[in-house]
């Protein structure tokens, strides 16, 4: 039986393995080679994603936007009444992606650095 943080575990070596095979192929697909740099590259820009991806997910759970989209929900002509706020319109978790990309910024970085020395 599988703890809590064992699970969590095997669940963020799995989406970091995705990821680097992700960072290989779009390597090769846009780079048409593999080496430090483009790793540096297309590690960047997957890992920044992930982190701009979760944290845009986790402003939209904190109820951030709820005003906003409560006022657009009166204006729009398809109002009948119920109005559910866009804080609990959202059920995604992103602990995972924002902890890859995390992991994945740490290894460019580490990368980063074997390039300039």
């Not at 970085?109 to 390039?115: D, G, K, S, V």
Request: aromatic share 20%; glycine share 6%.
């Amino acid at each position: 039986m599988l703890l809590k943080g064992e699970h969590m575990f095997k669940k963020l070596v799995y989406w970091f393995l995705s990821s680097q095979l992700l960072v290989f192929i779009c390597s090769f697909t846009f780079y048409k080679r593999i080496d430090l740099l483009c790793y540096i590259n297309t590690s960047f820009t997957i890992g920044a994603l992930l982190i701009f991806f979760s944290l845009s997910v986790f402003m939209l759970r904190t109820g951030f936007f709820d005003a906003f989209f409560y006022g657009f929900q009166r204006l729009s002509s398809r109002f009948d009444g119920e109005v559910r706020p866009l804080s609990k319109l959202v059920s995604i978790h992103v602990q995972m992606p924002f902890l890859t990309g995390v992991v994945m910024m740490i290894f460019m970085a580490i990368a980063l650095f074997l390039q300039s020395s």
